[in-house]
C-alpha cells in the first residue's frame, strides 16, 4: 500500500537541520554500539572475564541488531518514520543507561539486546533519509554528512567514551551515552519533519529482492566480509595496540581520536564516488594495512597504521548504503533492511572469529584474520564486476545482431 508522501521541506535551513539530527542520530547509535571497544579490558576485568568473552558485548548486540533491522521495518511499515526513530533512540537511551547500573556480566549483556534492537531497526530506516529530507541533487552531499555520523562516532564517540571511562570509570561512560541518546531524541523530535512510509514493506518482499536484484545480492555479500574482517580486528583494537604495537595505555585514546578523523575523511572522500569502485580500494586498502598491524611490533608504526586503517574503512558506510541506493532505488527501505541486517551480523561474526583467534592463537591472530576476509570482499568485488561486464557485452552483441537481421540486406 503506497500512502502520500509531503513534499521537501522548502526551508533549505529546515531541511538540513534535518539531516544534522539525523547524522547525530547515527553518531549517538554507532557510539552506543562500539562503546566496548574503548573499554574491553577495564570492562573485563572488572566484571570478571576475560577479553574473548568480553567480546560478547560487540557479539550480542550484532546479532539482534541483524534481527531486528528487518523486522523493525516491516513491523513499523505504516507508522510515521520520525515517530518510529525517537522510539528507537529512545530505547538506546534506556540501554546504555541499564548498562551503567548493570551488577554483573550476564546483565549487560542483556541490556546489550536493548541496544542492538534499537541500533538496527535506527540504522535500517535512517539510511533513507537523505532522499526525503533535501532536492535530488543534494543527496549525495546529505547522505555524506549523515553517515558522517558513524565517522564522527569514531572521532568523538568512542575516543570520549574511552577517555571518561579511563577517568572516571566505564560506568560513566555508558551514562554519558545514554544521556547523549536523551538529547538525540529532542532533537529528532523537533527538527525532523512528519515522514509517513512511502510503502509498506512485507517479509516477503526481503527474500524477493534477493532473488530478482543480482547487485543486492553482491552488495550484501561484499558487506558481510568487508565488515566481518573489519570487526575481527576493530573488536580487539585496544589489546592489539598494547599487547603487538607496545602502545602505552594513555596513547590509546589520541591514537582512536587520530582512527576517527582519518575515518571522518574517508567518509566525505567516498561519499561522492562510484560504490562499486570504492569498496574495492577499501577492502584492498584494509588487506594490506591488518596484516602489518599484526606483524609491527613498534608503537609509532602502530599508530600510523591505526590512522590509515580509520581512513580506508570510513568510506564503507556511506559506501555500501550507495550502493543500495543506487541498485535498487524503487525498494530503498527493504534493500537498507537487507545491507543493515548483514552489517550488523558481521559485526557479532567478527567479534565472535576474533575472540576466538584472541584466546585461542595470539591477539595479533585477530587483524591477521580480518585481512582474509578483506581479501575475499575485494575478490568478490572483482568478479561481480566482470560477470556484470560481460552480461552487458553479451547484450549488446544480441542487440547489434538483432539491428542487422531487421535491416536490408543491401544496405548491410
Known amino acids: 500500500m503506497t500512502t502520500s508522501v509531503p513534499p521537501t521541506p522548502a ?3 529546515r531541511a538540513w537541520s534535518a539531516v544534522l539530527a539525523a547524522s547525530l542520530s547515527i553518531f549517538c547509535a554507532i557510539t552506543s554500539e562500539l562503546l566496548p571497544v574503548g573499554l574491553l579490558t577495564p570492562m573485563g576485568a572488572d566484571l570478571e572475564v576475560s577479553d574473548g568473552t568480553a567480546g560478547l558485548m560487540m557479539t550480542v548486540p550484532g546479532l539482534v541488531a541483524a534481527v531486528s533491522a528487518p523486522l523493525v521495518t516491516v513491523a513499523t511499515g505504516r507508522v510515521d518514520r520520525r515517530l518510529t526513530l525517537c522510539l528507537l533512540i529512545a530505547l538506546m537511551a534506556a540501554a546504555n543507561l541499564a548498562v551503567a547500573l548493570a551488577p554483573n556480566f550476564p546483565v549487560v549483556l542483556a541490556a546489550r539486546v536493548l541496544t542492538g534492537v534499537s541500533v538496527g531497526g535506527f540504522w535500517a530506516i535512517v539510511g533513507g533519509l537523505a532522499m526525503r529530507l533535501v532536492p535530488e541533487h543534494q543527496v549525495g552531499r546529505a547522505m555524506a554528512v549523515i553517515f558522517g555520523g558513524t565517522s564522527a ?13 579511563d577517568v572516571s570509570g566505564w560506568r560513566a561512560a555508558f551514562a554519558a551515552v545514554g544521556g547523549l541518546a536523551l538529547l538525540t531524541l529532542l532533537a529528532l523530535a523537533l527538527l525532523l519533519p512528519a515522514l509517513p512510509p512511502r510503502r509498506a514493506v512485507t517479509f516477503a518482499e526481503l527474500p524477493s529482492l534477493l532473488r530478482r536484484h543480482a547487485g543486492v545480492r553482491a552488495g550484501v555479500i561484499v558487506t558481510f566480509l568487508l565488515v566481518t574482517g573489519q570487526f575481527t ?50 577492502s584492498l586498502a584494509l588487506t594490506a594495512v591488518l596484516p602489518l598491524l599484526a606483524l609491527l611490533a613498534n608503537p609509532v608504526a602502530g599508530g600510523a597504521l591505526v590512522v590509515l586503517w580509520g581512513l580506508a574503512f570510513g568510506g564503507v558506510s556511506v559506501s555500501v548504503q550507495n550502493w543500495m541506493n543506487q541498485t535498487a532505488p524503487e525498494a530503498a527501505e527493504a534493500a537498507s533492511s537487507l545491507m543493515v541486517a548483514m552489517f550488523c551480523l558481521a559485526i557479532a561474526v567478527g567479534a565472535v572469529i576474533g575472540g576466538f583467534a584472541v584466546d585461542g592463537i595470539a591477539v595479533a591472530a585477530a587483524p591477521a584474520s580480518g585481512a582474509v576476509l578483506t581479501l575475499l570482499a575485494a575478490v568478490t568485488i572483482l568478479v561481480t564486476r566482470r560477470a556484470r561486464s560481460g552480461r552487458v557485452e553479451s547484450a549488446q552483441v544480441g542487440r547489434n545482431r538483432d539491428t542487422l537481421q531487421g535491416e536490408d540486406p543491401a544496405r548491410v
Open 11 to 13: 526551508s533549505p535551513l
Open 233 to 282: 580486528a576493530y573488536t580487539f583494537v585496544r589489546p592489539v595496540l598494547q599487547d603487538v604495537s607496545g602502545v602505552a595505555v594513555g596513547v590509546i585514546s589520541p591514537l582512536l581520536l587520530g582512527y576517527g578523523l582519518a575515518g571522518l575523511a574517508g567518509n566525505f572522500l567516498s561519499g561522492p564516488r562510484e560504490a562499486r569502485r570504492t569498496l574495492l580500494v577499501i
Open 153 to 165: 562516532a569514531s572521532v568523538l564517540g568512542v575516543p570520549a567514551g574511552t577517555l571518561i571511562g
